[in-house]
């Protein structure tokens, strides 16, 4: 038996003791009371789950007044996961009442109460199906969700779980998924939103009450509430907005200018630098060389112009500092000389990381002015007119007007409406363009002067470093860079600039697809199930009109689609060798037959072109006049529509890239490639038209480095051995005017890990590697029970290997719990349970292997299933060993084994993050011993890392006397 510690009121299990508690439940029925209640079940469903915990906090005048808690025996067993979950056994529950025996009690206390809970289309029908089962009336309760009130109220906050919420608001929330916790805490979620709500400026909660919004329950309800007392208490608007044509916003003003300080100097002693720092920072050795050494490449006048010489290049390991250390020098090269400096980072964490840092760490320390702005894509910033104008559409479907209230509150908030600030639910990628997009005559509009794009740029004259991603340094290069006064460049963690310039020149083309969904579009139009698009039609003005010009646009696609494909078949595949009757053919398209297919096929290509146009106008004409319908429609077809919508946008997409792969052959003719595949299955067969950039062979030396001075490339993981030219060759580099230094680690690998090759794991090509690999990882995971990250090249390979595990009985019978990419969740959901959460095995694929950091508990075992080779004969591989073949090369040493190298070192840089943590890293991959390269793989390894050769059977062992060692100094 257990009962909530620390409440006002004290609930007894015994059903007499509760019965004298009834009257003062009673006396509060008519009050404006809210009971935030919290139920823990044995499964998710209420036809085959049992309550195991209820919790119910009070709320009156935005207090809590009194909680309740109790467990209940479900007389049934708690599945291993829930007992995990919730920390919750059977032994705990034994001598819990029944729900019998509480539930009049319950029912007497939520009667005549606003019934609120964190997602409450669970716990309220839940509740109820308890009550029906046992004979009692179901609860008619106002109803309100806390869930989707925190993602309309704070649509910046990193996660809407209660203990996402609960660690952004700092509120205290001590025993995550026990429903007294979480009722408490939801409890004080709910004072957070009724404040939150009650600042909001009265336009903004007059625009959340006139949206069409379809929240859970009464939830709206609280909008219309809080304004009705906003009107009558007519509070000023806050001094940091401004109301703009019925959009409250955060007021801008123009920054000062910088002020130039010439007269500084640049640190160059360590004493200089200690007295910079003074008590905010540590003086690091090696990253003040990397300071030095940066200062003085830039500070001599020995640099050469020509695009691609005398960079500046470092490799400098994870914990060495190396933003810091490549920052600040540039700071005193940028006073000193007045160039800007442009930094460029593989993701939008790294470059919001970079911005803060300087805006905070050496706006702190250094003796001169200095700033930061983050510039994106026109497409990330917030249109205020476009945006303006979604308001007066309703687009048919509930989560784009979701997204609508997320916004308006969100306006109140940012000074960069930047969508990446955003954490949207279902935002379309389509309907996040329009938003951004400039509106029609922008200088007649309200807006005119206010736009968050625009104020991007007014910052970013002020400012002396401009962080930008690697894609934004590909498309803007020109415009980065000046002819009169060059700016400096720094392209971080540069290993991946190339691939991020070929994966945004890529794309694909599944032409079956495109038809399935242009048939699917007509037979939407002319079905006459309910609700149906035919419906819609016929209750808007000119319908039957809209009607025929939709049909004839598809139907022009219907006809032209599969022409395209014929002419695609016949020109390419129908000579070539027979491929089997089942499975994947590839074939690549000589650019120069590619052209010359697409000047034969203009007069059907440019047929396409008519209907996707037609299709599109067809379309907003269609949403103009349902927008203009006021109230004809259910939500049902509101939906429909949304999904026709979205359906329609999608064929447009497709049309779009037959001009993307034309555009490809103009611009980059002797870079391209073009391909084929076509995919049998039975009678049917497939065709998919993929292209884009092969290498990126003079790309930077022709479209980046004119623009800027020589540049500084730096990584913790560049070079794949000390002789190969791998990198400079990516990058355009000339090797032998380039300036290069590698630093130390800074880790004591020695201390702090343990590297073990399993030497007698069969091959990973063998049939039965998955079933093999699934047994090591139970019998090595269950032995250590730590976090533990394992590293595949196949989604496929995860999917068979997690069968495995899933069905082994020792893992089944652990307190682990598994998870992989793909299967259980994504790679961001995956990555915030691993911050959060113990006794985790994580299976992941290609994003796994870098760009994750997790300190500490949250990785302490890396498990690398098989050597990061690339998928051998593809039309890319093929295309690209063609060309290293015809400059005389050996394509597996210029191209193969350099790509596994990085990888690999990407993916052990997972394991040791900080000079405290440790860990250890498994390969069941025993070429790495057995092959020659493996010599390669194994010298590009940490220096000081242990290597150790162990048969499978000894690895458990291994791992238990490291753990074991370790744990002794906690």
């Known amino acids: 038996m257990q009962v909530s510690v620390n409440i006002t009121l004290q609930i007894c299990y015994n059903q007499h003791k509760i019965t004298?508690?009834?009257?003062?439940?009673?006396?509060?029925?008519?009050?404006?009371?809210?009971?935030?209640?919290?139920?823990?079940?044995?499964?998710?469903?209420?036809?085959?789950?049992?309550?195991?915990?209820?919790?119910?906090?009070?709320?009156?005048?935005?207090?809590?007044?009194?909680?309740?808690?109790?467990?209940?025996?479900?007389?049934?067993?708690?599945?291993?996961?829930?007992?995990q979950l919730t920390g919750i056994n059977a032994e705990m529950v034994a001598g819990a009442p029944s729900f019998e025996e509480v539930a009049e009690s319950i029912h007497t206390m939520l009667t005549g109460t606003i019934f609120v809970a964190h997602n409450v289309n669970f716990d309220l029908p839940f509740l109820?199906?308890?009550?029906?089962?046992?004979?009692?009336?179901?609860?008619?309760?106002?109803?309100?969700?806390?869930?989707?009130?925190?993602?309309?109220?704070w649509p910046t906050a990193p996660g809407f779980r209660l203990v996402d919420l609960t660690s952004y608001l700092a509120l205290v929330h001590g025993r995550p998924h026990q429903a007294d916790s979480d009722a408490l805490a939801t409890a004080e979620l709910l004072i957070q939103i009724f404040n939150r709500l009650e600042s909001l400026p009265m336009v903004t909660l007059q625009s959340l009450v006139d949206l069409p919004?379809?929240?859970?329950?009464?939830?709206?309800?609280?909008?219309?509430?809080?304004?009705?007392?906003?009107?009558?208490k007519r509070h000023p608007l806050p001094k940091q907005l401004q109301v703009i044509d019925g959009l409250a916003i955060?007021?801008?003003?123009?920054?000062?200018?910088l002020v130039a300080n010439k007269s500084m100097t640049y640190p160059a002693k360590r004493a200089a630098k200690q007295q910079l720092y003074g008590n905010q920072l540590v003086y690091r050795e090696q990253q003040?060389?990397?300071?030095?050494?940066?200062?003085?490449?830039?500070?001599?006048?020995?640099?050469?112009?020509?695009?691609?010489e005398s960079a500046f290049i470092a490799e400098a390991p994870t914990g060495m500092g190396k933003t810091l250390g490549f920052l600040l020098p540039y700071a005193y090269l940028t006073n000193q000389n007045q160039k800007k400096v442009i930094v460029t980072e593989p993701t939008i964490t790294l470059q919001t990381q970079v911005t803060e840092t300087v805006n905070t760490v050496l706006h702190d320390i250094l003796p001169f002015e200095v700033r930061a702005v983050s510039l994106k894509g026109r497409h990330q910033y917030l249109n205020l007119q476009s945006f303006k104008r979604s308001l007066q559409i309703d687009e048919g479907t509930t989560s784009l007007q979701f997204i609508k209230a997320q916004i308006l509150v969100w306006l109140t908030e940012t000074m960069r409406g930047d969508f990446d600030e955003?954490?949207?639910?279902?935002?379309?990628?389509k309907f996040i363009a329009k938003l951004s997009q400039n509106a029609n005559n922008p200088a007649g509009s309200p807006f005119y002067g206010y736009e968050f794009f625009e104020r991007q740029y007014v910052l970013a004259q002020n400012a002396q470093f401009l962080i930008v991603n690697h894609s934004y340094l590909a498309e803007y290069a020109n415009?980065?860079?000046?002819?009169?006064?060059?700016?400096?460049?720094?392209?971080?963690?540069?290993?991946?600039?190339?691939?991020?310039?070929?994966?945004?020149?890529?794309?694909?083309?599944?032409?079956?697809?495109?038809?399935?969904?242009?048939?699917?579009?007509i037979n939407l139009i002319l079905q006459d199930a309910k609700p149906a698009v035919g419906d819609i039609l016929r209750n808007i003005f000119g319908g039957n009109q809209l009607k025929n010009k939709l049909l004839r646009a598809l139907e022009m696609l219907s006809v032209e689609i599969p022409q395209l494909q014929v002419s695609l078949y016949r020109r390419f595949l129908l000579n070539q060798k027979a491929p089997a009757t089942q499975g994947t053919y590839e074939i690549a398209l000589a650019n120069n037959d590619f052209a010359q297919f697409w000047i034969d096929q203009s007069n059907h290509v440019q047929s396409i072109h008519t209907g996707a146009s037609d299709l599109e106008d067809a379309l907003q004409e269609l949403l103009t006049q349902f927008s203009d319908t006021k109230g004809a429609f259910s939500l049902g077809e509101r939906q429909q529509l949304a999904d026709f919508r979205r359906l329609?946008?999608?064929?447009?997409?497709?049309?779009?890239?037959?001009?993307?792969?034309?555009?490809?052959?103009?611009?980059?003719?002797?870079?391209?490639?073009?391909?084929?595949?076509?995919?049998?299955?039975?009678?049917?067969?497939?065709?998919?038209?993929?292209?884009?950039?092969?290498?990126?062979?003079?790309?930077?030396?022709?479209?980046?480095?004119?623009?800027?001075?020589?540049?500084?490339?730096?990584?913790?993981?560049?070079?794949?051995s000390t002789k190969s030219g791998y990198l400079y060759d990516r990058l355009n580099l000339d090797k032998e005017t380039a300036t290069v230094r590698h630093y130390p680690d800074i880790f004591d690998f020695k201390n702090q890990a343990d590297l073990i090759m399993v030497k007698n794991a069969p091959l990973p090509t063998e049939k039965d590697f998955s079933n093999y690999l699934a047994k090591q990882l139970v019998d090595v995971t269950t032995s250590v029970n730590q976090n533990t990250l394992v590293l595949f090249n196949s989604l496929d390979t995860i999917q068979q290997v997690y069968n495995h595990i899933q069905s082994n009985k020792k893992f089944q019978q652990s307190s682990l719990t598994l998870l992989a990419q793909g299967v259980t969740g994504t790679r961001g959901k995956i990555k915030k349970r691993m911050q959060s959460e113990d006794g985790l095995v994580v299976l992941g694929a290609a994003s796994f292997w870098e760009g994750i950091d997790l300190p500490g508990d949250q990785l302490r075992l890396l498990i690398i299933a098989r050597l990061p080779f690339d998928r051998p004969n593809t039309v890319l591989q093929k295309a690209e060993e063609a060309v290293i073949n015809s400059e005389g090369k050996q394509p597996f040493y210029q191209s193969t084994l350099p790509k596994a190298v990085l990888r690999l070192r990407q993916g052990i840089g997972r394991l040791i993050r900080t000079p405290t943590d440790y860990g250890a890293v498994i390969i069941y991959d025993a070429r790495i011993l057995t092959k020659s390269y493996g010599k390669t793989l194994r010298k590009m390894m940490p220096s000081n890392l242990p290597q150790k050769e162990l048969n499978d059977y000894e690895v458990s062992l291994e791992l238990k006397n490291f753990f074991d060692e370790h744990h002794k100094y906690l």
């Open 20 to 83: 004298k508690r009834k009257s003062w439940y009673v006396s509060m029925l008519n009050k404006d009371i809210y009971a935030v209640v919290d139920l823990e079940t044995t499964r998710t469903t209420s036809e085959s789950g049992r309550i195991i915990q209820i919790a119910i906090a009070f709320v009156q005048n935005k207090k809590i007044i009194n909680q309740f808690s109790t467990l209940i025996n479900p007389h049934e067993s708690i599945p291993r996961n829930v007992v």
């Open 648 to 720: 329609l946008d999608n064929i447009s997409q497709y049309e779009k890239q037959l001009t993307t792969f034309q555009q490809d052959l103009v611009d980059f003719p002797e870079a391209s490639i073009f391909w084929l595949t076509e995919t049998q299955s039975h009678d049917s067969s497939n065709l998919q038209l993929s292209g884009g950039l092969l290498h990126t062979l003079n790309y930077f030396k022709e479209k980046v480095y004119p623009h800027f001075m020589a540049p500084t490339v730096i990584g913790a993981t560049l070079f794949t």
């Open 213 to 232: 919004l379809v929240l859970p329950q009464n939830t709206k309800t609280l909008f219309e509430q809080v304004l009705t007392k906003a009107k009558i």
């Open 128 to 153: 109820n199906a308890e009550f029906q089962r046992i004979g009692m009336n179901t609860l008619n309760l106002v109803a309100i969700d806390t869930v989707t009130l925190s993602q309309i109220v």
């Open 422 to 429: 955003l954490h949207l639910m279902n935002a379309q990628q």
């Open 288 to 308: 003040a060389k990397l300071m030095n050494a940066i200062n003085n490449h830039y500070s001599g006048s020995s640099l050469s112009e020509k695009p691609g």
């Open 250 to 257: 955060r007021r801008f003003s123009d920054p000062e200018p």
């Open 479 to 521: 415009e980065l860079g000046t002819s009169e006064n060059k700016p400096y460049l720094v392209i971080d963690e540069a290993q991946n600039l190339p691939d991020a310039v070929l994966n945004q020149s890529r794309h694909q083309l599944p032409i079956q697809t495109w038809l399935a969904r242009v048939q699917t579009a």
